[in-house]
T-cell receptor
Framework: SAVISQKPSRDICQRGTSLTIQCQVDSQVTMMFWYRQQPGQSLTLIATANQGSEATYESGFVIDKFPISRPNLTFSTLTVSNMSPEDSSIYLC?????????FGSGTRLTVV | GDSVTQMEGPVTLSEEAFLTINCTYT??????LFWYVQYPGEGLQLLLKATKADDKGSNKGFEATYRKETTSFHLEKGSVQVSDSAVYFC?????????????FGKGTKLSVKP
């Protein structure tokens, strides 16, 4: 199955700043997903990123707040912009490979 | 829309007890069903999956059977261990068009006491 390298693994950020999270996949994949897991909650899909097209955002998530880049079939970034304490969550990327879904190890973000 | 409902936690069991975590789903198509596990401080790991009705997924002593008639995918284990303490997520995916993401239940936290 695909292997995803996600970084940073954790960060503590000041409110009003932005953080960019990177996911690198060891094989080419068409679809990449970004999820948010708020403390004690389940995973919620933020957006789907396909190479060569704009990301598709789920209800409640907007591009200005969570801009996504997908420059090629092995890499994507998610930026959390103008952060507030409510953005404190674990952010995960995921891909579909030949063997099914694989998840990155997650980025634990704390906004102070 | 498509959704997953799973048993509320937390669930606390003694070692060697029998475990059932209920999961039911609503889907317009023919979903694949999954159980994921998240150990404390770790990422999400696939525990087992089933892609069609009557399939049984199994791994590490855990089992779940895809029941189309009851739209269920309950997770079971005959004898839990302390090391099984984790949060368990039921999930589904329905392919078609631009879809392909997983839809997760809220998670069930399991604590196993020695």
């Amino acid at each position: 199955s695909a292997v995803i390298s996600q970084k940073p693994s954790r960060d503590i950020c000041q409110r009003g700043t932005s953080l960019t999270i990177q996911c690198q996949v060891d094989s080419q994949v068409t679809m990449m997903f970004w999820y948010r897991q708020q403390p004690g909650q389940s995973l919620t899909l933020i957006a789907t990123a396909n190479q060569g097209s704009e990301a598709t955002y789920e209800s409640g998530f907007v591009i200005d707040k969570f801009p996504i880049s997908r420059p090629n079939l092995t890499f994507s970034t998610l930026t959390v912009s103008n952060m507030s304490p409510e953005d404190s969550s674990i952010y995960l990327c995921s891909v579909i490979g030949e063997d099914g879904y694989t998840f990155g190890s997650g980025t634990r973000l704390t906004v102070v | 829309g498509d959704s997953v409902t799973q048993m509320e936690g937390p669930v606390t069991l003694s070692e060697e007890a029998f475990l059932t975590i209920n999961c039911t789903y609503t889907a317009t198509g023919y979903p694949s069903l999954f159980w994921y596990v998240q150990y404390p401080g770790e990422g999400l790991q696939l525990l087992l999956k089933a892609t069609k009705a009557d399939d049984k997924g199994s791994n590490k002593g855990f089992e779940a059977t895809y029941r189309k008639e009851t739209t269920s995918f309950h997770l079971e284990k005959g004898s839990v261990q302390v090391s099984d303490s984790a949060v368990y997520f039921c999930a589904l995916s329905v392919w078609g068009g631009s879809q392909g993401n997983l839809i997760f239940g809220k998670g069930t936290k399991l604590s196993v006491k020695p």
